[in-house]
C-alpha cells in the first residue's frame, strides 16, 4: 500500500508532520551512500511487528547507538556492544534484530569488496520482481521477509508503490532516479 494513502488520513500535526517529511523527502527516493542503504535497512528490519511511526520518532537515537550507521564499526561490534544496544532504551531493544543488524554490516562489507558498494550489489540485481528479491534478500541477509525486503525496497526506488502517479511527489521521486531503475 503507498505511503500516499497512509499520510492522507487526519492525524495531530506533529505526527503529520512527522510521516510528511519522511513522504516528501525520503520515501521512494534512491539513496546513493552505503551507510544510508545499511540505516534504511536497519530502520526497516526493526519495524517488523511495529507501526514506521515508531522507527521515525527513533531514528536519531538509531543512528547515534549505530555509530551513524557505519558499516565498517557496526560490523566491528563486539558483545560489550551487542550487550549496550540490547540495554538502550532508545531502539528496538531485541536481540534478533540487533543480531541482524551487525551480521548484514559484514554481509555488506563483502559486497563491498565483491561489487565494489552496497549500491553495485542492489543494481546488478535489478530489476527483479518482488518475490524474486525476497529470495535473494533471504539468502543474504539476516532477518529479510517479505514485507521488510518490499518496504525497503519501495523506500529507496527499487520496487514500485511507494507513491501513486497522483502523488504531489511523484514527478520528484521519478525524476530523482536515474534511468536504469525505471
Not at 534512491?30 to 542503504?37: R, S
Amino acid at each position: 500500500m503507498s505511503y500516499c494513502y497512509h499520510i492522507a488520513s487526519m492525524q495531530p500535526e506533529e505526527r503529520k508532520a512527522l510521516h510528511q517529511n519522511y513522504h516528501d523527502n525520503h520515501y521512494g527516493f534512491p539513496i546513493h551512500d552505503d551507510n544510508e542503504l545499511f540505516g534504511r535497512l536497519i530502520m526497516e528490519i526493526n519495524q517488523a511487528g511495529l507501526s514506521w511511526e515508531t522507527i521515525l520518532k527513533k531514528e536519531n537515537t538509531f543512528r547515534a547507538a549505530y555509530h551513524q550507521f557505519d558499516i565498517q564499526q557496526v560490523a566491528a561490534y563486539s558483545e560489550q556492544d551487542r550487550e549496550r544496544l540490547l540495554s538502550d532504551a532508545g531502539i528496538i531493544r531485541n536481540k534478533l534484530k540487533i543480531n541482524a543488524a551487525i551480521e548484514n554490516a559484514k554481509t555488506i562489507l563483502m559486497m563491498q569488496k565483491e561489487f565494489g558498494s552496497f549500491e553495485k550489489w542492489l543494481e546488478f540485481h535489478h530489476p527483479k520482481t518482488k518475490e524474486e528479491w525476497v529470495k535473494i534478500f533471504k539468502k543474504t541477509f539476516r532477518f529479510t521477509g517479505g514485507e521488510i525486503v518490499n518496504e525497503f525496497l519501495m523506500s529507496i526506488g527499487y520496487l514500485k508503490g511507494a507513491h501513486t502517479d497522483a502523488c504531489h511527489i511523484y514527478p520528484k521521486v521519478i525524476e530523482s532516479k536515474p534511468k536504469w531503475m525505471e
